[in-house]
Structures are given as structure tokens and as C-alpha cells.
């Protein structure tokens, strides 16, 4: 399996509708990005932070570099041109390649980073110590879910899960949507329990425990290649219960909003574009994933079947979607505030690394967002 869940990032696409045959969707983005130039607005090297390798949710990046671009398996990067923009981008990976730093926490340590992908509940936590605004918003829901053996459970909701008393198995109880599942009185805390590793063994040995899983990967795994389970699992979505941060936002440190908005206001909507463009047609974004991934050298498996898979559950479960309005990639004041609203629930106003009056402003902007694109 993979991701601690506050290092996970998911980075989604978004489909446009062009109004016309599916054909004309390259042509139109082709033109499109080929009269931005970022040169001279940008950096001449955009340096992304991700937390995680190459998978499905990160397809929108990769597929703006292609095949054209160069990786160095040591530091888990992959750099080439930003489409035809004139300039580059280099994406770096996170898990074993930042140890168990947070993307926030790099993004001030190494001033070389320009954007990072941040969880909005992470952006309120860190709102104090690693303030960051988010702008732009590529994923619409999380993927994050719980998975369960069906011949074992047979949940409707999260009342279900918590009433069986199950075993959850998670990476961390101490952070995001665990202790909201507490106190809200949906889950029990003994419920959790927090020795997960990412690996398959006890899920496959024991039919009764529920685990954190992805739902765009974690389901195509385990019936397509742990061979010793080979079947469908259950599945709820985490952002069932009611607790739904925007995921793997992009995001660019506080002091920086200002000196890097002319940059924004034009890669922004190429980025918005590039996501439509990925979901819709995501074959050779997903082969560049795969070669990367095969590239690095490490137990990180891709393969272009899985990454289909995980397309289609974006867009089943509106991962990758427009929300309320027609604009794929903004994100909603009223969503922030209940984040921001939730975690005050949860931990209380007296979080040293918070800021206790932070506002949806503070950590998000819609400033850059170009509304016509959209599915």
C-alpha cells in the first residue's frame, strides 16, 4: 500500500468539456498552452514537492513534462519542459526521498521549492510556524478511504464500522481525520489501531480488520496482485463522514504569494488545463509514470493497468471534479471554514503551531483560477 495519510498527496485532474468532439480537446489545449510563455514570469526551473512517487493522483504533473524529461533515481526527481511554456519543471518525490519530513516543513527549510502540495487540514495545523496558501485545488474529494473483506463486514457507514468494533488498521492516530472520527462519536479510539506499515500481510491474514487504503490503488492491489487475496474489497470514502479537506492543494509558502503571483496568474490555469487534459486522455502521462516509477529502482510498482484503474475511480468517486460550480480547481470558503471549524473541534484553539484566528483566506486564494475550465 503506500502513504502515512499526512504524507499522502493527491494530485488529481480535471476533466474539460471542450463542446465539441473529444478530438478537438488536444488541439484546443495545444494552442492554448503554446501562446503562454511563463519565461521571464516564472522561474526558468519550477521545483514541485510532492509526498509520495509517481500514482494516479500526480498524473497532471508528470504529463506536463512527458517523455521528455530526465530523472535522477538517487534524489527521486524528474525534471524536464513544462509543456512548450519555456521553461522546467521538476518534480520532486517524496516518501523514502524526505524521510518523514512534511511537504510544509521542506518547502521552509530548502527555498529552491516554489510550490508544494498541502493538505488543507496541514495548512491550518501549521498556519503559525508554516503558513501557506493554496492556489489552486486540483483535487476535489480525497481518496483516502477504509476497505474491508466483504465476506467478513457488510458496512453502510461509519456507525458501522465504529458499532463492530473492528479493528481499523492506520498509519498514525494523531493527526487529521482519525480524532474526528473520535469525537464526533463515529468511531471509538480503540478502534485504531496505529501499527500499520503498508503492507498487505495482516489485511490478507486476518479477514476481520479494516484498513486505510486509497481508493484510486489500495482495491486494484489486492485483487489484482496480492495473489493471495485476489478478490473485491468493501470501501468508504473517508470524506463520508463528513470531514473533507481539500487534498494535496498547490500551495506556495506566505511570503512568497506576493513575488510569485504574476508567475501564478499564468501557470495556474495551465495547470487547470493540464488536468483536464490528463484525465480525459491519460495513456501517456500514465506511461511516463510507470517508466519513472520503474526508474527509481525502489517497492514502488506501477503499471499501466492500475493507474487506469485509478483514473476511473477519480472520476466515479469526483476525486477529480468541478464541485458545486463549473470550475474545476477553486476551492469553496465555506469548505475551508469547516475544515478550519473541525480542527478547533478536535484540538482545541491552543495548538502551538496554529494560528488561532486563521482565517480561509489565510491559507487559500481562488485569485489565480481561471472559472471556464472545467468538466
Not at 323 to 331: F, I, S, V, W
Not at 343 to 356: E, K, L, P, R, Y
Amino acid at each position: 500500500m503506500h502513504h502515512k495519510f499526512r504524507s499522502l498527496a493527491l494530485v488529481l485532474v480535471l476533466a474539460l468539456g471542450f463542446g465539441g468532439a473529444m478530438a478537438a480537446t488536444a488541439a484546443t489545449a495545444g494552442a492554448k498552452t503554446a501562446a503562454t510563455d511563463l519565461s521571464g514570469v516564472c522561474p526558468s526551473k519550477l521545483v514541485l514537492q510532492t509526498d509520495w512517487f509517481p500514482e494516479a493522483e500526480y498524473g497532471v504533473y508528470y504529463s506536463m513534462i512527458g517523455d521528455k524529461g530526465t530523472l535522477d533515481a538517487k534524489k527521486g526527481t524528474y525534471t524536464g519542459p513544462l509543456l512548450n511554456t519555456g521553461i522546467d519543471l521538476e518534480i520532486r518525490a517524496g516518501g523514502p526521498f524526505i524521510g518523514q519530513e512534511t511537504v510544509q516543513s521542506l518547502m521552509y527549510q530548502d527555498n529552491s521549492i516554489n510550490l508544494g502540495l498541502v493538505h488543507t487540514d496541514d495548512a491550518v495545523r501549521f498556519s503559525k510556524t508554516l503558513p501557506v496558501v493554496a492556489v489552486a485545488a486540483p483535487l476535489e474529494h480525497s481518496p483516502l478511504a477504509l476497505v474491508w473483506d466483504t465476506s467478513k463486514h457488510h458496512f453502510k457507514s461509519f456507525k458501522d464500522i465504529g458499532a463492530s468494533g473492528a479493528t481499523i488498521l492506520v498509519f498514525t492516530k494523531a493527526v487529521n481525520y482519525v480524532p474526528f472520527l473520535v469525537k464526533k462519536g463515529l468511531v471509538p479510539d480503540s478502534s485504531f489501531d496505529d501499527s500499520f506499515d503498508g503492507s498487505y500481510t495482516r489485511f490478507v491474514a486476518d479477514p476481520s480488520i479494516v484498513q486505510q487504503a486509497f481508493v484510486t490503488e489500495t482495491p486494484y492491489r489486492l485483487k489484482n496482485e496480492i495473489t493471495k487475496y485476489g478478490k473485491q474489497v468493501g470501501s468508504i470514502m473517508v470524506s463520508a463522514s463528513g470531514y473533507d479537506p481539500y487534498l494535496s492543494s498547490l500551495s506556495v509558502k506566505k511570503s512568497d504569494l506576493k513575488s510569485m503571483s504574476p508567475c501564478l496568474k499564468k501557470l495556474v490555469p495551465i495547470v487547470q488545463q493540464a488536468q483536464v487534459d490528463y484525465i480525459t486522455k491519460p495513456a501517456a502521462g500514465n506511461k511516463t509514470m510507470v517508466d519513472v516509477a520503474t526508474g527509481m529502482k525502489t517497492f514502488w510498482t506501477l503499471s499501466p493497468k492500475l493507474l487506469a484503474f485509478g483514473n476511473a475511480q477519480m472520476l466515479k468517486h469526483k476525486i477529480v471534479d468541478n464541485g458545486g460550480d463549473a470550475t474545476l480547481g477553486n476551492m469553496t470558503t465555506a469548505r475551508v471554514q469547516k475544515v478550519i471549524g473541525q480542527f478547533h473541534q478536535v484540538f482545541g484553539t491552543n495548538v502551538d503551531t496554529a494560528n488561532s484566528s486563521v482565517k480561509p483566506s489565510d491559507i487559500s486564494t481562488n485569485q489565480f483560477i481561471d472559472s471556464k475550465i472545467g468538466l
